[in-house]
């Protein structure tokens, strides 16, 4: 069976912006899986961090159930996702277990560092899967099977220095949405953490206002999802592109692919 396999940050990353891509997947005949790198334990004025743990890890558990992903526990704290050997190890060894032949995660230019460093360590563990040198914490053995990696676009969908994003792709996520929407209402803690730290007036409108943007942007779709093919090199071969098993859901840009070749 083909797997899939999103990476992102913090519990209810994936509910934001990868859920949609990762149900019609499942659709597909995918069998996906679902990690959040950090626990979420800062995301709250009103929680102890250890109680937030808690209250994040249910919720996040809860998310996975309701998108019929496998749930894989996180192992860092909000802001402690640095690029290290200690958690390469770790997430390498997930890679092993899994054995995705897709990865969704983060884009390499965020707002977030705990974003762009979850990015770098899931290229990297995507990588390190078939290096027999490479030793995983727990160690299992090496693969060296085809894997092809996704970007996620920003959640504000520009980068730092505020110039757009344009994805390489869309997904169709019309008919997933009110599935989508469902798993990241199971994130009832961080709307008013969101309301006061990113002036988010709704949590759930977010969410909707960026899908109908992505949508837009398509010139074809409602609500979409946009993604960036990943270099081949070390992962697969240079035409492999496994979103088309989406068939008519997946649209790619021919303008994003022509501007590869400007020099």
């Not at 626990?39 to 159930?65: F, H, T």
Request: glycine content about 4%.
């Amino acid at each position: 069976m083909k797997k899939a396999i999103a990476i992102a940050a913090h519990p209810d990353d994936i509910e934001l912006t990868m859920a949609g891509t990762l149900l019609l997947l499942k659709k597909a005949g995918y069998e996906i899986h679902y990690i959040n790198l950090s626990g979420g334990d800062c995301g709250s004025m009103e929680y102890a961090a250890e109680d937030l743990r808690k209250i994040r890890l249910a919720e996040a558990k809860n998310a996975a159930e309701i998108l019929g992903a496998h749930f894989h526990p996180p192992f860092c704290n909000d802001m402690e996702i640095v690029y290290d050997v200690k958690k390469l190890k770790r997430l390498t060894s997930i890679i092993r277990e899994v054995k995705p032949n897709i990865v969704l995660t983060h884009s390499p230019e965020d707002y977030m560092e705990d974003h762009t460093n979850t990015c770098r360590l899931a290229v990297s563990a995507s990588f390190a899967r078939g290096m027999r040198n490479f030793k995983t914490d727990p160690a299992l053995p090496v693969d060296t099977y085809d894997c092809t990696i996704y970007h996620a676009l920003p959640h504000t969908l520009r980068v730092n220095f505020r110039r757009r994003i344009i994805p390489g792709a869309y997904v169709n996520t019309a008919s997933v949405h009110s599935t989508k929407l469902a798993a990241l209402r199971s994130h009832i803690s961080q709307q008013k953490w969101l309301d006061v730290s990113q002036k988010m007036n709704s949590y759930l409108k977010a969410m909707e206002d960026v899908s109908l943007e992505v949508g837009k942007m398509s010139k074809v779709f409602k609500h979409a999802e946009g993604w960036r093919r990943h270099l081949h090199f070390g992962f697969c071969t240079a035409d492999d592109d496994p979103l088309k098993d989406l068939g008519d859901d997946y649209l790619i840009n021919k303008s994003y692919e022509e501007s590869l070749e400007i020099i």
